[in-house]
């Protein structure tokens, strides 16, 4: 089995920062691609940035120049530096990974942080 904990939301202004942190544990091989996925009421769960074990790097065009995604491999982490946020950013933030566990190979989720972005 395998967990998947975030941290790290919160309340904040508009134009503020905030840093999310994901750790996994469990039975763990291989971390393959980490991700932060976001929720906002009445809204589907989108993608915001990703990061596949080699250090490849995709944004949501929505995020980019204000966020920046990184990973520790040897911590099995994943972090989500936000910068410059917005109102429109207020959402259960989810880290997402895919895993290979011996034998197999699953999507995770953690339970979600909220972010607030408002004045």
């Known amino acids: 089995q395998v967990q998947l904990v975030e941290s790290g939301g919160g309340l904040v202004q508009p134009g503020g920062s905030l840093r999310l942190s994901c750790a996994a544990s469990g039975s763990i091989f291989r971390i393959n691609t980490m991700s932060w996925y976001r929720q906002a009421p009445g809204k589907e769960r989108e993608l915001v940035a990703a990061i596949t074990s080699a250090g490849r790097i995709n944004y949501a065009d929505s995020v980019k120049g204000r966020f920046a995604i990184s990973r520790d491999n040897t911590k099995n982490t994943v972090n989500l530096q936000m910068n410059s946020l917005k109102p429109e950013d207020t959402a259960v933030y989810y880290c997402?990974?895919?895993?290979?566990?011996?034998?197999?190979?699953?999507?995770?989720w953690g339970q979600g942080t909220q972010v607030t972005v408002s004045s």
């Open positions: 997402n990974a895919d895993v290979s566990v011996t034998g197999t190979r699953g999507t995770y």
